[in-house]
């Protein structure tokens, strides 16, 4: 005679649709935990380290900001020629972003060192209102791409606008700012980083 059927036990079919039911529950409090650590934490989103860093930069092959001109020249459009043997700074950025006309004043005093070659990824957005930012607060580019719909982004991943990303000339990856340029940041990060690119090895 078998044993008699307790009803009131759960069912291993029950249980199963039980979990998969507070299965997005669960996931949503552990997401929400993660998200609370970091924030109470003190973490400086700009100092989240990029798994690109190290490794070849994504290959670029941009068309170029229609309209853009200087010197009575059209600027180029951001490829792989236009960084390729060079150590080189490429900002993504974008006119609606507000950040980056903040840091735009370090980034035409950068346009003006020597050792690095500074051009943009202009991220979603308009040609006029990008051909109006850069007409209105200068060009620090010598070559600008557009990345319409974020594609290229993703290739480099960015987290946001503004970031800027240092690559050596043969292609390497050797810094990533995220988030604007600040006078702190230049001064102890990025400048740092073109010294050590640019020295001889010991």
Request: proline share 9%; glycine share 8%; net charge negative.
């Amino acid at each position: 005679m078998s044993a008699p059927r307790d009803e009131g036990a759960p069912q291993p079919a029950s249980r199963r649709r039980l979990m998969i039911a507070f299965l997005p529950l669960v996931l949503f409090i552990a997401l929400s935990g993660v998200f609370l650590y970091q924030l109470g934490s003190g973490k400086n989103a700009s100092e989240i380290p990029s798994v690109l860093i190290g490794s070849k930069a994504p290959s670029l092959d941009l068309a170029p900001l229609e309209g853009l001109v200087e010197n009575g020249q059209a600027v180029p459009a951001l490829t792989d020629a236009a960084i390729a043997g060079k150590l080189s700074l490429v900002n993504v950025w974008a006119s609606w972003c507000v950040p980056c006309r903040q840091e735009h004043p370090i980034l035409l005093e950068l346009a003006r060192d020597p050792r690095v070659t500074l051009v943009g990824i202009n991220y979603k957005d308009k040609t006029e209102n990008a051909l109006k930012f850069l007409d209105e607060l200068g060009n620090p580019f010598t070559a600008v791409g557009i990345d319409p719909n974020g594609k290229a982004a993703i290739d480099w991943g960015v987290y946001g606008v503004p970031e800027t990303y240092l690559v050596a000339p043969d292609g390497e990856i050797l810094f990533k700012q995220i988030g604007p340029f600040t006078v702190d940041a230049l001064r102890d990060k990025l400048l740092p980083a073109i010294e050590k690119a640019v020295s001889p090895p010991a």
